[in-house]
């Protein structure tokens, strides 16, 4: 683990970010904590991947990595520097992100090769000239053909704009990248294209990715370990093989029963988790899952679970807690 | 080189027209907006060559062909729209005083342009204190009734054509603040505005190269109607006669300086009116234009 952690090109530290959200005209702000007290490290090299339902936090972690948003308290490390302490076109070289939806994150007015060259303008890499080479290698890459810097993205599929974000994204040669659901916005078919690409790149170019997701299928094809994200909190995390075969805590049991099957007749997976997502302003006490846990037992209500090592990871559950007075009971 | 095979049939054929071509297409197929557009275009040409247009000098009185009726109620091809209460060239009057009307919607039009669009953007962007401050100077703004207030203070200051276009263009300037931190608010959160800050761009960068091509077509309406908004108010202010002073020729002034004989000579007001009219109807209908060719993206 220590190992690991000297390797860590991206180290996150009790990271917390809390938005004041004012409730009516004359309410009082309450605090909305985002992302609380999320501690991860990322090895060169590897993927993580960040599971989690629609406002769990997943994107706000994301916004904080790419340096868009400052965490309230916690620490990002990339390279074992602190990112506050960086400048932003330094820390732009090192993470690039790819966005979910490549019909909002490509600039309508703006020509491929504008939005492919971008970063080397603002970096202020090379001349004209270059500009031209370079994008013509990074669309070689990404496996679209050089006329397509002519092209406005109106005009493109959606998997060939995925396309172009890629390449934008990788021009300069970044380190980590972080892929904020990269394929959720593209159709089954062309999903597979984008997700082999991106394995591909990885291994061309030694990438590291944070690949945010809701989807287990594409987070078990990629991966390398994952994350599980609850109301902002990582409540298991664990190598793939480890997460995807021995699920401990049971909110991860039941995103994994929630994957649809191509099984005719099986109909929806019922996943028990019921009742709707919390109100994050107002989290459960406790133990955050605990309405919706089909386990849940007194002691939940009352007392939130501590992070926890497991063989392959961790996880924050009172069930794996051998302090915790429901432990005997239940397992048994 | 390319590590994947370009299985998807659409990479080999990237083909149609491109939003230049078929922005050229729709401007081509909307008629309001031709037709404003060549009205206006016609006014400005008048206007910029008033000196070769006008066939008589637009000062220059003749007291004995005073109030000469327009070719078509019986006068003479010497002064093809007659002659007003001093005996200068109606249609003289009429070119030069394009030149006027233009001018005012132009001018008074850019700076409250560029007043709104600075606070309206600044606003959008950045949000929180600079989006209050600018919202509660929209109020502060949309509060004073404009005509009143320019009235007062072409009162004090004395009524010129300088007075007039500088008091309009710091009184337009709230529609255009409004409607550009609505865009910029809509545009800011693209995911495009994200990547540009990932990249590293600085703010400046982000807010001309990525935010305002964005929301350029919705100022270039706002402008063509505060150019209406102030054509009309510049002829209301000399209509009143605050605005700019005879014997300029002003298209309001003439109005204003026919209604004494608007029951015997009816053409005095109704020429200027009518030009004022088509003016303004021209620049609407190509905002409107402007409008409906640039909205949807992608619109067919």
């Given at each position: 683990m220590s190992q690991q952690k000297q390797n860590a090109v991206l180290e996150l530290r009790n990271v917390t970010k809390t938005y004041r959200v004012k409730q009516g005209l004359f309410g009082k702000a309450r605090p909305l904590?985002?992302?609380?007290?999320v501690s991860l490290s990322l090895p060169r090299g590897e993927v993580l991947g960040l599971v989690g339902e629609s406002g769990c936090g997943k994107s706000t972690l994301a916004k904080i990595l790419l340096g868009l948003e400052m965490p309230s308290s916690g620490q990002v490390l990339v390279d074992g520097q602190e990112i506050g302490a960086q400048d932003r076109l330094s820390l732009a070289r090192r993470i690039q992100p790819i966005f979910q939806d490549p019909y909002s994150s490509l600039?309508?007015?703006?020509s491929i090769f504008d939005i492919v060259s971008l970063p080397l303008r603002v970096h202020g890499v090379g001349q004209q000239a270059d500009w031209d080479r370079e994008v013509r290698k990074i669309l070689d890459i990404v496996g679209?053909?050089?006329?397509?810097?002519?092209?406005?993205?109106?005009?493109?599929s959606g998997g060939q704009r995925q396309r172009v974000a890629i390449a934008r994204a990788l021009i300069m040669k970044p380190e980590i990248v972080i892929c904020d659901?990269?394929?959720?916005?593209?159709?089954v078919s062309v999903q597979s294209q984008i997700l082999n690409l991106l394995g591909d790149l990885r291994r061309e170019f030694g990438l590291t990715y944070l690949f945010i997701s809701h989807d287990l299928a594409v987070v078990e094809h990629l991966a390398t370990r994952v994350a599980v994200m609850y109301l902002g909190r990582i409540v298991e995390e664990a190598d793939v093989a480890g997460l995807f075969d021995a699920a401990r805590h049971p909110y991860t049991q039941a995103l994994l029963k929630s994957v649809l099957t191509?099984?005719?007749?099986?109909?929806v997976p019922d996943t028990?988790?019921?009742?709707?997502?919390?109100?994050p302003i107002d989290p459960p006490s406790g133990c955050h899952f605990h309405p919706r846990c089909?386990?849940?037992?007194e002691h939940c209500r009352k007392v939130a679970p501590r992070s926890l090592p497991t063989p392959q990871g961790r996880v924050e559950c009172h069930?794996?807690?051998?302090?915790?007075?429901m432990t005997k009971a239940e397992v048994a | 080189m390319a590590l994947t095979e370009s299985t998807d049939p659409l990479l080999q054929e990237i083909t149609g027209p491109t939003p230049g071509q078929m922005l050229r297409k729709r401007v081509f197929g909307h008629q309001g907006l031709l037709f404003g557009g060549i009205v206006l275009g016609i006014l400005l040409l008048v206007a910029i060559f008033a000196p070769l247009l006008?066939?008589?000098?637009?000062y220059a009185q003749s007291l004995m062909t005073r109030m000469e009726p327009p070719v078509f109620l019986g006068?003479?091809?010497?002064?093809p729209l007659g002659t007003d209460h001093l005996g200068r060239d109606y249609l003289s009057r009429l070119i030069y005083g394009a030149r006027v009307s233009l001018m005012i919607g132009v001018i008074a039009a850019l700076i409250s342009g560029v007043i709104g669009t600075a606070m309206g953007v600044a606003a959008g962007y950045f949000g929180g204190r600079v989006d209050m401050v600018v919202t509660f100077l929209i109020n502060v703004r949309l509060a004073m009734p404009v005509v009143l207030v320019a009235l007062a203070v072409v009162a004090i200051l004395g009524g010129s054509l300088q007075v007039v276009i500088v008091v309009l263009g710091l009184l337009l300037w709230d529609r255009f603040a409004v409607v550009m931190r609505a865009s910029t608010l809509q545009v800011r959160g693209r995911e495009y505005v994200a990547a540009a800050r990932a990249i590293g761009a600085s703010t400046p960068r982000v807010i001309l190269s990525e935010i305002m091509p964005n929301i350029a077509n919705n100022l270039i309406v706002v402008v063509t109607l505060e150019m209406a908004h102030a054509i009309l108010l510049e002829a209301a202010l000399s209509f009143l006669g605050?605005?700019?002073?005879?014997?300029?020729?002003?298209w309001g002034l003439m109005v204003s300086e026919g209604k004494n004989m608007m029951l015997f000579e009816p053409w005095l007001v109704l020429i200027p009116g009518a030009v004022l009219f088509l003016l303004v109807l021209a620049i609407n209908l190509m905002g409107d234009g402007l409008r409906d060719v640039t909205a949807p993206d992608n619109r067919s």
């Open positions: 904590t985002a992302v609380n007290d600039n309508p007015r703006k679209l053909p050089a006329r397509v810097m002519n092209t406005y993205p109106s005009q493109m659901e990269p394929t959720s916005a593209l159709d191509p099984e005719p007749g099986l109909g028990q988790l019921g009742m709707a997502y919390p109100n089909p386990m849940m037992t069930l794996f807690d051998p302090e915790s007075p | 006008a066939p008589h000098d637009p006068g003479t091809w010497e002064h605050l605005g700019v002073q005879p014997p300029t020729p002003s």
